[in-house]
Each structure stands twice: as structure tokens, then as C-alpha cells.
């Protein structure tokens, strides 16, 4: 039976295209590693960004103790409490700054300065963190187009509320992760629960700290976004600086990935 040889121009091409197919950087689809440090010293100027809203948006609660209808003036304060709820990511990485500064001391010769997102930068670090993977590598490239010597990332990726009027009447007191409350329907706190990620990243796109952590706080007309904010991010401050800024860390640099 006769054969059929191909080209040799075919074959070359074919070939071409299998080494090309080869050297084409694939994404890297591996689960993130939870935690993330170098023990690396971080100083000079570090940018910080708006904090990201990676969370589903909260709904306002209608339900009520004993299940009746809430009153339109109940309605009102649980829709201004929805509203506040949305402001906490952003008072939580607005504060970071100046938590991190108090447990540094005036001996960190460093100094944090806003600034503002990249374009394309801020979408590619929420998709990340929806996937679950890539989100050192849209950190890293995203350090690298801030400048600066460091950027700090914090982000908010699950936000649940619920009033605490549903577990009583007024004036019963309620014990909270953040100390007793007292139910009150004109102030009505909420008991916030809500997991927050920061990441400090070097100029050249080492990720020195990646870190979250599951937190609570409780928020109401007399603890508004700002007071609660104020209070996370000092939480928050204290736990990451275990891991950065370390004596320890001047005398090593090596990359280390919690289990």
C-alpha cells in the first residue's frame, strides 16, 4: 500500500507549535497556602490601599423577636445598620495604618502613605481571592506597579451580621465575643461576624505577610464603623506583627508557608 509522506514545512511548523504550547506560562491553579511570611524587614515608604469588599452584600433583617412585623421606624434603623455594615471594610484598612504604627513605635524607620489603585489591579486581586488561587501572583504584580519599597492590601472577604433584638426584648443583656450588649431597638446592635485578610508585598513583588483571621465585632448607633473599625484593626495590627517585623527576622530570609 502506498504512503503518504507530509511536508517537511508541516512538520516544522506542527513542531514549532508543540515547543511554543510548552513554553507558555500557565496559571498557577494550586490552592493558596492560609498564611504566608518572610522573614524579611520591611521599611521606608509602604503604600496602602483602599481596603477591597470581597464579601456578599448584607441584607437588611426584618425579622423581629416573636415574630411580628417590625415598625417602619425599626425598619429605617436596621436599613441605616445594612448601610454601616458596608462602610466596615473600608474603616477597618483605614485604620490599619495607624495600628501598625503604634505596636512599630517611633524606632520602625519606615512610614505609611496612601494610594490609590492601579488601573485593572483592583479586579484582578478580588478575582483571585473569589478563585481561591493566583492571588500572590495579582499581589506581587500589583506591588510592583504601586512603587514605593512595600504596598499593604487588606481585604474583607466574608461579612455576616444579624441583630442582636432577635435573641430578646429590651433592656435583656446578651453576651458577645466584644462583652455583654444590652438589646435596645433605637441603638439596635448588631453582632458582626467577618473574616479579614492583609498583606504586606515588597516593591519587587515578594509577598512578605499574607494573613487573615475570623473576627467579630458589634456595631450600633453609639459604635459606629469607625469605633468598630478602630478596634479591629488594632486586633488585627497586633496579630500580624507576630510575624513581621520580628528581631529574628534580620538574621535569615526564607520563605515559610503555614501547613
Request: hydrophobic share 45%; net charge negative; glycine share 10%.
Amino acid at each position: 500500500m502506498p504512503t503518504t509522506s507530509l511536508p517537511s514545512s508541516i512538520l516544522t511548523t506542527g513542531l514549532l507549535a508543540l515547543l511554543v504550547a510548552g513554553c507558555v506560562k500557565r496559571p498557577d491553579l494550586r490552592p493558596e497556602q492560609p498564611f504566608v511570611w518572610v522573614a524579611r524587614p520591611v521599611q521606608g515608604d509602604v503604600r496602602v490601599l483602599e481596603a477591597l469588599s470581597a464579601h456578599t452584600a448584607p441584607e437588611v433583617h426584618l425579622g423581629s423577636y416573636l415574630g411580628e412585623p417590625l415598625p417602619e421606624a425599626r425598619v429605617a434603623v436596621r436599613t441605616a445598620r445594612a448601610e454601616q455594615l458596608v462602610e466596615l471594610p473600608a474603616a477597618v484598612g483605614w485604620e490599619l495604618p495607624g495600628a501598625m504604627n503604634g505596636h512599630l513605635g517611633p524606632t520602625w524607620p519606615g512610614s505609611f502613605h496612601a494610594e490609590r489603585w492601579p488601573a485593572g489591579r483592583r479586579d484582578r486581586v478580588l478575582d483571585a481571592l473569589g478563585q481561591g488561587h493566583g492571588l500572590d501572583d495579582a499581589l506581587g504584580d500589583l506591588a510592583r506597579s504601586v512603587g514605593g519599597d512595600a504596598v499593604l492590601v487588606t481585604w474583607v472577604d466574608r461579612l455576616a451580621a444579624e441583630p442582636l433584638s432577635l435573641q430578646g426584648f429590651p433592656g435583656d443583656l446578651v453576651s458577645t465575643p466584644n462583652g455583654p450588649v444590652v438589646i435596645d431597638h433605637t441603638n439596635e446592635p448588631y453582632l458582626v461576624d467577618l473574616r479579614v485578610g492583609v498583606a504586606l508585598v515588597a516593591s519587587d513583588g515578594e509577598v512578605v505577610v499574607r494573613y487573615h483571621q475570623d473576627m467579630h465585632t458589634v456595631l450600633s448607633e453609639a459604635r459606629p464603623p469607625t469605633v468598630a473599625g478602630r478596634q479591629l484593626a488594632r486586633d488585627l495590627a497586633a496579630e500580624v506583627l507576630k510575624v513581621w517585623h520580628r528581631p529574628e527576622a534580620s538574621a535569615a530570609h526564607g520563605r515559610h508557608a503555614a501547613p
